[in-house]
């Protein structure tokens, strides 16, 4: 049995509005991630899946409910040793480099945690390397691609070795190239520590990536399971405002115009071998 | 324009001068300001002119480019120039036409007013073209460091500046593209009257305030994620370091004021 990592309980947060009948932002949310798992969240705009990622790491506190991470409740007095813990990344590449050049960036969250200056030089070195931005340790931000620059936010992340890797739609602003450079980045990370992985997303190849995916639909928990029984919804899916992955969206068209394949695929490999394999079935 | 521009400009190099502690280059300067005012004849004013070449020499950056890029402070130093020329009463009158009468006592301090402008702005300029922004901050806040017992926030400064200068860029980017953006709705802002112009300003400033805005906001979440809680506590990644040949530099200075104290009258 794996270990609890994160644990979210009847979570309910609201907003502060002059408005009194809003609907909150998360209605009676619970799940639990576990150790060294890839858990994605994904959702449309507005299903309450970027509140979450302030809840766990406490930016914003739930009205009610709570919040365990490495099995405490979150509140002010944990919440710095908690981050130390918890690397996030944001959406937006520029508006997440605080430091002059990259070295700079990465070195940032070790200074506000008082570490050594020798253990600083090493474990920047070791996280660039990890990122494979070791190159561009003196570059300033403004001559970084995205996606280099999200690489980066990644190294600055991982420098205080946490546990948790949070990625708040890391990877919507950047171009297909970038975006490819940080999921392959954080495929690799994974592969080679035990970094526990969230990933909130809207973008449903992301999600394939996971071992688990979260559901969120209007502030609410709207399915739970592996990337195969999510995907098996099919339309709800499409229903739900969610692009389908391209390889599982090609499938669904070619069912319609009547070529019998064995199922929706979800990546293009197990398409690709159902077609050229489908005569045999015959 | 922007590219002439020389101050706040720093040009990557292994020089004597670039591989000096920030902090030195810093103090070096402002201490170099009072001792020009220790100079009051040709021989002492020779003196800062041959040791400003040194230093120049020194920093390997070439003269034609330093030159060229104090163009705008060659026309302030010409006009001062002039003004004491003019309105300068003393000594024999060297020449008069008009009412132009130029007194020597006039001459000569026209002259070595030039001369110290011309060997500040030499001075100053090398210390930005040679260090890093993010040193000079560095070397500011270390400096600035014991004012932090009458409450000076100097962390808080510091990091404020290396902040803005970090945006400088991208704050850049974004205005071009806003320009690029309302020019393509058909907004004017090149033609027209000065009025006309302004007013062109002001869809340029409104969206790129609004994105500063959203920025700082996201950069102030990104910074406390990554347990920034102010400077209690923290430690320094960029570390300055003293070294022999900033404690010879110095003495330079030290010896410079000898002798000009030596040769003044």
Not at chain 2, 229 to 240: A, D, V
């Amino acid at each position: 049995m794996k270990r609890e990592i994160i644990s979210l309980q009847d979570v309910t947060f609201t907003y502060a509005t002059d408005d009194s009948n809003v609907r909150p932002a998360l209605n009676n949310v619970s799940y639990t991630i576990y150790e060294s798992q890839w858990v994605a969240i994904v959702g449309h705009n507005g299903s309450g899946k970027s509140t979450l990622a302030r809840l766990m790491n406490g930016l914003l506190f739930p009205q009610t409910g709570t919040v365990r991470v490495f099995g405490e409740t979150l509140n002010e007095q944990n919440l710095w040793e908690t981050r130390s813990q918890m690397g996030m990344v944001f959406q937006n590449p520029d508006n997440q480099f605080v430091g002059a050049t990259v070295q700079d960036d990465v070195a940032f969250a070790l200074e506000n945690n008082g570490i050594p200056f020798e253990e600083m030089v090493e474990r920047v070195e070791a996280s660039l390397a990890k990122v494979n931005m070791s190159e561009f340790m003196n570059s300033e931000p403004h001559h970084l691609s995205g996606g280099q620059k999200q690489r980066v936010a990644i190294a600055g992340a991982i420098a205080l070795k946490p546990k948790i890797l949070l990625l708040d739609e890391a990877t919507s602003m950047l171009d297909p190239q970038g975006r490819e450079e940080v999921l392959a980045t954080v495929r690799q990370l994974k592969e080679e520590t035990d970094l526990t992985v969230i990933s909130i997303t809207h973008d449903l190849e992301e999600a394939l990536l996971a071992d688990r995916v979260i559901m969120m639909n209007q502030g609410e928990k709207y399915v739970e399971g592996t990337p195969e029984e999510i995907f098996q919804k099919g339309q709800e899916l499409v229903d739900l405002g969610l692009d389908l992955p391209f390889a599982m969206n090609i499938s669904r068209l070619l069912r319609a115009q009547g070529i019998p394949l064995v199922a929706d695929h979800m990546s293009e490999e197990e398409l690709v071998n159902d077609l050229w394999t489908s005569h045999f079935n015959k | 324009m922007l590219e002439k521009m020389i101050f706040g400009r720093y040009i990557p190099g292994d020089s004597f001068i670039h591989r000096l502690d920030a902090r030195a280059k810093l103090i070096f300067v402002f201490l170099f300001i009072a001792i020009v005012f220790i100079a009051n004849n040709w021989i002492t004013y020779g003196v800062l002119v041959v040791f400003t070449f040194l230093i120049i020499r020194m920093s390997k950056i070439r003269l034609y480019f330093l030159i060229n890029g104090l163009k705008p402070v060659v026309i302030l130093i010409i006009f001062t120039f002039l003004l004491h020329l003019i309105f300068t009463r003393e000594g024999d009158v060297i020449y008069h036409w008009k009412f132009i009468t130029i007194y020597e006592e006039g001459l000569r301090q026209g002259i070595f007013i030039s001369i110290r402008f011309f060997v500040l702005v030499i001075l100053t300029s090398i210390l930005t073209l040679t260090t890093t922004p993010i040193s000079i901050t560095d070397a500011l806040e270390t400096l600035l460091n014991p004012l932090k017992k009458w409450k000076l926030p100097v962390h808080e400064l510091a990091l404020m500046m290396s902040i803005s200068l970090r945006f400088i860029p991208t704050l850049m980017d974004e205005t071009d593209k806003i320009m690029k953006a309302q020019m393509a709705r058909g907004s004017d802002m090149t033609t027209g009257s000065l009025k006309e112009r302004m007013n062109a300003i002001v869809p340029l400033l409104i969206p790129l305030f609004v994105s500063a805005f959203k920025r700082a906001e996201d950069l102030a979440t990104a910074m406390e994620v990554r347990g920034y809680k102010g400077g209690e506590g923290r430690t320094r990644y960029r570390k300055l370091e003293w070294e022999l040949r900033d404690t010879i530099t110095m003495f330079s200075l030290v010896v410079l004021a000898g002798v000009l104290v030596f040769l003044r009258q």
